[in-house]
């Protein structure tokens, strides 16, 4: 199994723990897959390591941003933003983190691309989110859905 890259760098216009406290009350997720047949799967990863996750669903870049304007207006950036790379549409999940990125709390790519493709497609030298080779199992999504286990400190 790949190793998941955990450094999220951000690019800077926002505090990250006040960020992190407004959305520390309503968890969202949001996941960003033309493929609906994963659905299921990761429905199945968050409610069994965080079931107060809400999870939001698009199928393209347009969708998400309608989304993620939405959940940033509101003071409630989304805890995590999964997204595949390539997706219905002109528009692909690399773009999707380039305009956003910051705007949620943590972002993950999946895709088929092998790791290195991914490594070269990424600007490596500011960090990339982290990635999930597919085919996804349930313990690979558990441990991106691991990203929103907050402690209770």
Same mark, same amino acid.
């Given at each position: 199994?790949?190793?998941?890259?955990?450094?999220?760098?951000?690019?800077?216009?926002?505090?990250?723990?006040?960020?992190?406290?407004? =959305?520390? $009350?309503?968890?969202?997720?949001?996941?960003?897959?033309?493929?609906?047949?994963?659905?299921?799967?990761? #429905?199945?990863?968050?409610?069994?390591?965080?079931? $107060?996750?809400?999870?939001?669903?698009?199928?393209?870049?347009?969708?998400?941003?309608?989304?993620?304007?939405? *959940? %940033?207006?509101?003071?409630?950036?989304?805890?995590?933003?999964?997204?595949?790379?390539?997706?219905?549409?002109? $528009?692909?999940?690399?773009?999707?983190?380039? *305009?956003?990125?910051?705007? $949620?709390?943590?972002?993950? %790519?999946?895709?088929?691309?092998?790791?290195?493709?991914?490594?070269?497609?990424?600007?490596?030298?500011?960090?990339?989110?982290?990635?999930?080779?597919?085919?996804?199992?349930?313990?690979?999504?558990?441990?991106?859905?691991?990203?929103?286990?907050?402690? #209770? =400190?």
């Amino acid at each position: 199994m790949q190793a998941l890259q955990t450094s999220i760098p951000r690019k800077g216009l926002f505090e990250l723990e006040g960020r992190r406290e407004r =959305a520390h $009350a309503e968890m969202r997720v949001l996941i960003v897959e033309d493929d609906l047949t994963l659905q299921p799967l990761w #429905e199945r990863a968050f409610k069994t390591k965080n079931p $107060a996750v809400k999870l939001d669903w698009a199928t393209s870049v347009s969708e998400a941003e309608k989304l993620i304007h939405l *959940r %940033f207006s509101r003071g409630a950036p989304y805890e995590l933003i999964i997204s595949d790379i390539f997706l219905e549409g002109n $528009a692909t999940g690399v773009d999707l983190w380039n *305009r956003y990125g910051e705007e $949620a709390l943590n972002f993950a %790519f999946v895709s088929g691309l092998p790791v290195s493709k991914y490594e070269l497609m990424m600007s490596l030298d500011f960090g990339c989110p982290t990635y999930l080779k597919k085919p996804l199992t349930l313990q690979k999504c558990e441990e991106i859905a691991d990203l929103t286990c907050v402690s #209770e =400190a």
